[in-house]
């Protein structure tokens, strides 16, 4: 039989589909760079698996997809893949899911790995289907004690009551965004009944639950939480965010990009109240390896804004520039992340 080799999947049925090819574009490189045996285990956007064959410069662009020839068709067994053409069976080590949004990111994906007894990086089924409700990961958080931004989710059936419920009970400006997605797609700012209306129409084509929280001005505070080979989760410093655009939007993430400042101009209790926050938020939600954390801080008091059990990777990403700081560069993050994927087989 074969030798074990970790598998790397990217893509998935998901709007943060592209999202997850540039991380994959980001950690299969460093994997060769360090000799890591492994297999690139694309999912198309209907969730099919396909081993790719092809060099890792043609994943972060997509354009791997227009060459039908470097993916084969297989499936995902109980401790590996069968190839379609061959029958022929590849055992995984373990799985590193380079994927974000979607059913990749919610638990499903988890839940899926579970039963085929492959071992995975990150958190398992629960924390990320808790993280992935934005409302829900709320609503945890703050029976806990950790603070959050005042708001409500509802699935909206009528828009015009739903308009009429936001004004009673939070005001202008609000902030929109689907409950359960991410990297900022369908989300934006309200300041009035139209914007309104507008914002919750454009919600609707990402998610039917729409979380709806009263818009926070302050300093946007990123912290990542990464365990240690022994298992010790271990907050980063705190990293703050900087972008020209009304929020910190897709096109801040993943285009023109954002400027952040690593570590923060933080007074030292507060940023070590941030840690603090960002361990007990990552206890309460039972996230598992590592997450990222982000904070609002308004008047010098922090609130929890999101928490991402699978953040991204990329070279734009937040959480690789925090876990340098932390003392953990690129090459021995992905080291690390192939020892939680395998159980501490590299």
Known sequence: MARPVLGVLFGGKSNEHDVSLLSAAAILPELDRQ???RLALYLDRDGNPWLYGGGTGAIGDGSFQRDPSLLSPVDLVRGGVILHKTRGFL??????????GGS????????HLDCLSISYAGSGVEACAVTMNKALCKTVLSASGIPVADGFAETVDDAADTVRRVEGALGYPVFVKPARS????GAGVARNRAELSERIETAQKTDRLL??????RGREIEVGVLETEAGVPVATPPGELFYDAGFYDYDAKYGVGAGTVIPADLSPSLSLRLRDLALLAYRVLGCRHFARIDFFVSGGEPIVNEVNALPGLTEKSMF???????????PALVRRFVAFATGGVV
Do not use: M, Y
């Open 35 to 37: 000799q890591i045996p």
């Open 91 to 100: 055992p995984l080590s373990g799985v590193f899911p380079a994927v974000h």
């Open 104 to 111: 990749t990111e919610d638990g499903r994906l988890q839940g």
């Open 182 to 185: 991410g990297s900022s797609i």
């Open 211 to 216: 979380l709806f929280e009263r818009q926070i």
């Open 320 to 330: 690789p520039r925090l876990a340098a700081a932390a003392g953990v560069p690129f």
